[in-house]
DNA sequence: TTGTAAGCGTTATCAC
DNA sequence: GTGATAACGCTTACAA
C-alpha cells in the first residue's frame, strides 16, 4: 500500500506538502496540487485512516445505543442518524443495549477510550445524574428521552400532551370507561404518558380507576396479558389506550379472542405508528412520532457538539400526530363530542 | 489523561513492561504485573485505542451492509451478529445501503482504508464477480445470499428446497391454482424461491402457469398490488405462496378488500416468519429462517478468516422450517393429501 | 524477565 | 507557498 511519503516522492514535493492539498487544498498553489493529485491517482493513493485518525485524535465516528435494533422504531430512528452522519462524513457504530444497564455503562468505555467521538443514546435506562456527568465529558445526545432538567440536548416528542390527545381521542367518541396499559414505570417516557392520560380523564371529569390501568413493559405479550386480565374483571373497559403499538395489537388479539371485537365493543388507540400499524387489521388508531426526523435531529445535535458549536436549545420536542384509522371506532360515528 | 508511560513511571518499569502486562500478562513476572496492574487503577488508566489499531492496523471492528435497517429480517441478523461479535472483542460498524449498488460500492473504501478488519454483506447486490475479487483482498462473508460458485463463505437457508416444501404444503392441502407473488428476479434468492415453487409444481402434476405468477419486490404494496391484480382475472387462483411475509400480508389485504376471505377462499403463505407473522389476522403460516443464528455463524466464520484461520467449507446452509399457522387452512382441514 | 529504542503514517509547527 | 522535522501513544525486535 502506498503511503503519503511514496505520493510526495513521485510528486517531487513533501509529505507536507501532499497533506495539505489533502485537507486544505487552498492554501497551495495550483500547479503543485496538480502534481500531487496526479502522483495520487496514479499510486491509487488511499489515506491510511487509522493514522490520521491516531494523529488527530478523532475517530469521524459516533456510536448509537440501540436498546433493541429489532425494534421498528428504534431502526427507523437508527435510519435518520445514519442519513445525517453520512452527509457529513461521520460513520455509526451500533451498539444493541438489550435493555441492559450493564451494557450502557460498558458503552461509555468508548468513548473514553477514544474509539468515538461522540454518542447517541435512545431510550437510556441510566439515571439522569450519570448521564449528566457523562455528559460534562463527552458529546453525547439523547433521543426518545427526556429529563426532567433538560442539561443534555435530547429529541423527543411531548408525551404527556400526546397521552392526552390519543385518551382524549376516546373520549370524545363517548368512552368512559377508558383504561390505559402503560409502559414500565421506571421510564420518565411511561411516566409521561401516564401522566397524559390521567390528566385527560381528569379534565373531562372521569375519574382514572387503578382497576383500569395497567404496567406493561411495550411489549406484544404484555399487552396481551393485560388485556385478558382487564376483561376479566366486573366492571370492563370499553376503551382503552395502549402505550405502544405492540401493546395494543396484543390487547386486540386478546379481545378478539374472548369474543370482544375491536373496535365495535373495545376502541383501542396505541403509540409508535410502527410499519404494521396500517397493515394491522382493524388497521391501528396511533400516535406517530417522527422517528426518521429524531434521528436527524439528534445527529445534528451532536454534529454541533462535536464542532463545538454552542447549542442554544437542549430540548428538543418535535411534532407528533394522532392517526386515526379504524381501531377506535372513530369511522362509525357521525361525529364527536365536543372538547 | 494518562498514558502509558504514566503508568510505566509510576510503576518504575519501562513502557514495554506496560504493554506487555495489558497484552501478554503470563510473560512478565507477577510481582511486576502487581505493580503495574497496582499502578493503571491509581491512574485510572485507559490504553488509546486509536494508538494502539494504528500500531496495529487493526481495528477490531467489523462492517456489516444491511440494505434496509428497519426491515426486522436483516435486524435480527444484526443482532446476532453483534452479539457474537461482542463476545470477542469486535465492534460493528453499521451501513445501510438502502438498496444502493453505489453504497456497497462505497463500502468497500472502508476496506481499503484499513477502517474496519471486515465485512459481512447482507442480500449484497454487487454481482459475483466483483463480490470474489472483492474478497481476495478482504475477509468478507455473505449471509442471506446465495452464490452459484460458492468460492465466498456465505450463509443462507436453501431457499430452492424451502419454497418446494411451502408451495407443497399448499398443493397437499388440496390446491391447484396455486400462484405465487415472487421477489425480484435480478436477485439470485428471488430466483431460487421462484425455481423451488416451479419444482413443487411439476412434481405434483401442476402446470406452474405464468398467469399465476408475479414478480413483487418484497414489500407489503407490491403484494397488495399484485393480489388485487392476481384477483381480478377470469380465472382466480385459490392458494398464494408469497417469497415474503410483507407481500403475504398485503396479499391478505387486498383479498379483505375485495371480499376474499383467508384463509377459506385463498390460503397463504409466507416467507420469514417477521414478528408481525403470529401477531396478524389471520395468523401467518410461513417459512422461518433462524436469522439470529444466522448472524452468529457469519461472525464466526469472519472471525475465522481474521485470525487467518482455513474455512473448509465455505456454503452454509442452515435449516430452515415451515411454521403452520391459520392462514393456509391447513387447521380446518382433517388431514393432508399424500405427498 | 525486563529495558531500549525504532518505528507505524499522518499532521502541525516552525523556519525558510 | 513549501519543506524539514518533531511529535501522537503504542508495540515489538533486539539487547541486556
Chains 1, 2 share one sequence.
Do not use: W
Not at 439528534?298 to 428538543?316: D, F, P, V, W, Y
Request: hydrophobic share 35%; aromatic share 6%.
Amino acid at each position: 500500500m502506498p503511503k503519503m511519503s511514496d505520493v510526495a516522492k513521485l510528486a517531487g514535493v513533501s509529505t507536507a506538502t501532499v497533506s495539505r492539498v489533502l485537507r486544505n487544498p487552498d492554501t497551495v498553489t495550483p500547479s503543485t496540487k496538480e502534481k500531487v493529485l496526479e502522483a495520487i491517482n496514479q499510486l491509487n493513493y488511499q489515506p491510511n485512516m487509522l493514522a490520521r485518525h491516531f494523529r488527530r485524535t478523532e475517530t469521524n465516528t459516533i456510536l448509537v445505543l440501540v436498546p433493541n435494533i429489532s425494534n421498528t422504531v428504534f431502526s427507523e430512528i437508527v435510519g435518520g442518524i445514519e442519513e445525517e452522519a453520512a452527509q457529513n462524513g461521520y460513520r455509526v457504530l451500533l451498539r444493541n443495549t438489550n435493555n441492559q444497564l450493564e451494557n450502557e455503562y460498558a458503552s461509555i468505555e468508548h468513548l473514553k477510550q477514544r474509539q468515538v467521538d461522540g454518542m447517541i443514546m435512545l431510550s437510556p435506562k441510566l439515571d439522569e445524574e450519570t448521564l449528566i456527568e457523562i455528559s460534562h465529558q463527552y458529546p453525547i445526545v439523547l433521543a426518545t428521552a427526556h429529563l426532567e432538567t433538560p442539561t443534555i440536548p435530547f429529541v423527543s416528542i411531548d408525551n404527556v400532551r400526546s397521552s392526552e390527545k390519543a385518551t382524549e381521542h376516546l373520549i370524545r367518541l363517548g368512552h368512559r370507561r377508558v383504561a390505559h396499559i402503560s409502559g414500565p414505570m421506571y421510564s420518565l417516557i411511561s411516566r409521561n404518558r401516564y401522566e397524559g392520560y390521567q390528566n385527560a380523564m381528569k379534565n373531562h371529569g372521569l375519574n382514572p380507576e387503578d382497576k383500569f390501568v395497567r404496567e406493561g413493559e411495550f411489549t406484544y405479550e404484555s399487552g396481551y396479558e393485560h388485556m385478558l386480565d382487564l376483561l376479566s374483571q366486573k366492571e370492563v373497559p370499553t376503551a382503552i389506550y395502549a402505550a405502544s403499538d405492540d401493546m395494543a395489537i396484543g390487547a386486540i388479539n386478546a379481545a378478539n379472542e374472548l369474543g370482544v371485537k375491536v373496535p365495535e365493543d373495545l376502541a383501542v388507540v396505541g403509540f409508535d405508528n410502527i410499519k404494521f400499524a396500517s397493515m394491522f387489521n382493524p388497521s391501528l388508531t396511533t400516535i406517530a412520532q417522527p422517528l426518521h426526523g429524531m434521528g436527524q435531529r439528534s445527529m445534528e445535535l451532536l454534529l454541533k457538539k462535536l464542532n463545538g458549536e454552542a447549542i442554544s436549545q437542549t430540548e428538543h420536542v418535535l411534532p407528533d400526530k394522532l392517526i386515526i384509522r379504524d381501531s377506535c371506532g372513530a369511522k362509525h360515528k357521525e361525529k364527536l363530542l365536543p372538547m
